[in-house]
Each structure stands twice: as C-alpha cells, then as structure tokens.
C-alpha cells in the first residue's frame, strides 16, 4: 500500500513537471479548422518594414528587418543597419533554406540555425491542427513543427492571431507576440526564447 501511494505521489509530480504552461487553463475541444493561418507577411504587394533590435548572448544589433514575399511559398528576409550595410540576407523557399550574407559577428551555425528557425516560423502562411483549445476569449490550436510543437492563439472576438508559442513536448522554447494588428499587419513583434539569450523586437516602420 505504502509502496503504491510513493509511486502515484512520484507519478503526479512528474507528469505535473512535464505538462506546458502553454495549455494551462485552456480546455480542449473539438475542432473543424483543419489549417490555422498567419497573414502577417503573406502579401507579396507589400514590402514589410520594420525597425529592428536584435539581442543575441550580449550582442546587440540594431537597424531595419524587410521582409518580402516573393513568391507562392518563397521570403526573402533582408536585416540592415540604418545606413544600409547588410547584417544578412535570407532567402526561404518552402523548407529550402539560403544564406545569402551574414555578417562575420552573426555567422556562427548555431546562431543561423536559431534565426532560420525563427523567421521561418514568423513567415509560415499555414500549419495543419492536431489539436484545438479554448480560454473564454482565445482560440487555439496545436500543430506540428519537426520534433517540436506550435500553439497558434487567436483572439475569439477578432479572430486575429495574437501569439505562437513553439514547444517540445515538455518545455516552452520560443513566443512570438504581436500587438497592435491592422488590416493584417503586426506593428509590434517580439521574439523571445526562454532556453537562450536571443531575443529579436520589432517595430513597424512608419512614413
């Protein structure tokens, strides 16, 4: 008896330390969104410009991110300083991955894997849903990315995205938020990693 009551004691305190903090007080329901959607840099009319700051293990970057859509699944991902320098220059297509430039204090593997991973993530139009949750006023919905997760959060009243979280199965990794949305467009966005010392804002670039 004693023996039973220390392994389910030791069994609550496992499964409490692996459950993510990103379902907690959601509950899960049933869902007929088979894709969730990010629209935020899906128009290949738009060139979008953002005043950026990138801090990565106590360096920090600032200057302009531009990202364009140039075709039905390919971004181009230009960040420079202010007067026009390349800090680098990223080029997606689908899951095809080009490093065009990075600048020698960037271009170390660990560190473009990290941005690649990222931008990719900011700049994927759709992900199919495993899953679906809810809160009172927010939607959302789980999907996979390689070994890891991703938990879309729409608003319920405006159906706007307002965050990503990326996950492995036990561990919060990456949040991505945006604030101030108008006619699907992110003024502010910030990416935060909760493992690593990287973090990137952004702000959008207004005439």
């Given at each position: 008896m004693i023996r039973f009551l220390i392994i389910s004691a030791l069994s609550i305190v496992f499964l409490t330390s692996c459950a993510l903090k990103t379902t907690e007080g959601l509950r899960q329901v049933d869902f007929i969104k088979v894709e969730v959607e990010n629209p935020y840099f899906s128009n290949p009319e738009i060139d979008y410009v953002y005043k950026a700051k990138i801090e990565v293990y106590n360096k920090n970057f600032g200057g302009i991110l531009i990202i364009k859509k140039t075709g039905?699944?390919?971004?181009?991902?230009?960040?420079?300083?202010?007067?026009?320098?390349?800090?680098?220059?990223?080029k997606f297509e689908g899951d095809d991955f080009t490093k065009n430039f990075v600048v020698e204090d960037l271009d170390r593997k660990f560190i473009i894997n990290i941005l690649r991973d990222d931008f990719k993530l900011l700049i994927n139009e759709?992900?199919?849903?495993?899953?679906a949750y809810e809160s009172d006023?927010?939607?959302?919905?789980?999907?996979?990315?390689?070994?890891?997760?991703?938990?879309?959060?729409?608003?319920k009243e405006t159906e706007k995205l307002s965050k990503i979280v990326n996950t492995s199965k036990t561990k919060e990794k990456v949040e991505i938020a945006y604030t101030a949305i108008e006619e699907n467009i992110a003024d502010i966005i910030s990416i935060k990693h909760n493992n690593i010392?990287?973090?990137?804002?952004l702000e959008k670039f207004k005439k």
């Open positions: 039905i699944k390919t971004h181009r991902v230009v960040f420079t300083t202010e007067f026009g320098s390349k800090l680098f220059d990223f759709k992900a199919n849903v495993l899953m006023n927010q939607s959302v919905f789980k999907t996979k990315s390689d070994k890891r997760y991703n938990f879309y959060f729409l608003d010392k990287l973090r990137i804002d």
